[in-house]
Structure formats: structure tokens, C-alpha cells
């Protein structure tokens, strides 16, 4: 334990640019796990790694800013995030399994008229998400759903019968 806590500048007064680098890469792995492990509904759009690179950006940068944390190691470290950033968004097209790490995988909520009521609440989806589900996609009855689908970016796709 007294290693990591040298490696990452543990009870020091000032660390350097590789210790704050190397936290900056701790975190931004332990953030992508938290993101990946909350519901997807609760960042729209964004993926995991979009929200991880806000955050860290955001919150190094204003330390940075405002004297909390030395500027110029605050810097490496915030450009290591964004080199980490740019180099999963580039593999992920490319590998499945980082892709599924970062990004998830979708999840079939509705098939044939059948919600999987398991899947809806693994999504944190209720009742009345379904209903809600249901008159957003101008359809009153699950029996009118070929498939739903929960995307890696949290929308749902429905596809009603008939459709396609």
C-alpha cells in the first residue's frame, strides 16, 4: 500500500505530473464503471465516457483555475484524460468488447407484444414509462409493438407491427 500511496502522491504536499496523470487515469476508469453501473436514462444523449470527460475537465480545470492544484501538472493530467478519451471513442468502433465496456449493449424491452418486465426493470423503467412509451409512439396497447428496444444512449426505439 505505501507504493500506490508514493505512485499516486499520497500525503505529500505538492505531487507531480505522473502522479496526477496517473490519477487522472484512476479516475477516469472508476467514473466510466460508476456511469456504466447507473441507469442509462439518466444522460440522455451523452455516453459514459462524453459525461466522464465533462466532469473531469470541469472539475480539474477549476481547480486549476483557482489555485486549488498546480497548473501546469492540473494540465498534463486533464490532456492525458483527453488522449484516454480520444483513444477509446477510436477503438470502440472497432472492438466489441471495448465498445460494450464503454457503451453497453441494447436491450430488448418489448418483442412481438411481450414486455420483458425483467429487462424494464433492469432499466429502471416502471408502468408508466411503458404507457408513456406507448402514447409517445402513438400506440395505446403493447400488443401493437413489434419490438422495443432501450439503445446504448438510453432512447427507446419502438417498431410498431406492421411497421417493419
Known amino acids: 500500500m505505501e507504493t500506490f500511496h508514493y505512485l499516486i502522491g499520497q500525503d505529500t504536499p505538492h505531487i507531480t505530473w505522473w502522479q496526477m496523470s496517473l490519477r487522472a487515469t484512476i479516475i477516469f476508469v472508476y467514473a466510466i464503471l460508476l456511469y456504466r453501473v447507473a441507469p ?42 483527453v488522449v484516454l478519451y480520444v483513444g477509446v471513442t477510436a477503438i470502440a468502433p ?34 408508466n414509462d411503458i404507457s408513456e412509451l406507448l402514447r409517445l409512439n402513438g400506440l395505446r396497447d403493447l400488443s401493437e409493438v413489434q419490438e422495443a428496444h432501450l439503445k446504448r444512449n438510453g432512447q427507446v426505439s419502438v417498431i410498431a407491427k406492421g411497421d417493419g
Request: hydrophobic content about 40%.
Open 94 to 127: 472497432h472492438s466489441q468488447i471495448v465498445s460494450r465496456l464503454v457503451k453497453g449493449r441494447p436491450i430488448t424491452l418489448v418483442h412481438d407484444g411481450k414486455a420483458d418486465f425483467e429487462a424494464f426493470r433492469r432499466s429502471h423503467f416502471g408502468e
Open 40 to 81: 442509462r436514462r439518466s444522460f440522455s444523449n451523452l455516453s459514459a465516457q462524453d459525461i466522464v470527460l465533462t466532469v473531469i475537465l470541469g472539475s480539474s480545470l477549476s481547480r486549476a483555475l483557482t489555485g486549488n492544484a498546480p497548473l501546469l501538472p492540473t494540465l498534463i493530467a486533464t490532456g492525458l484524460v
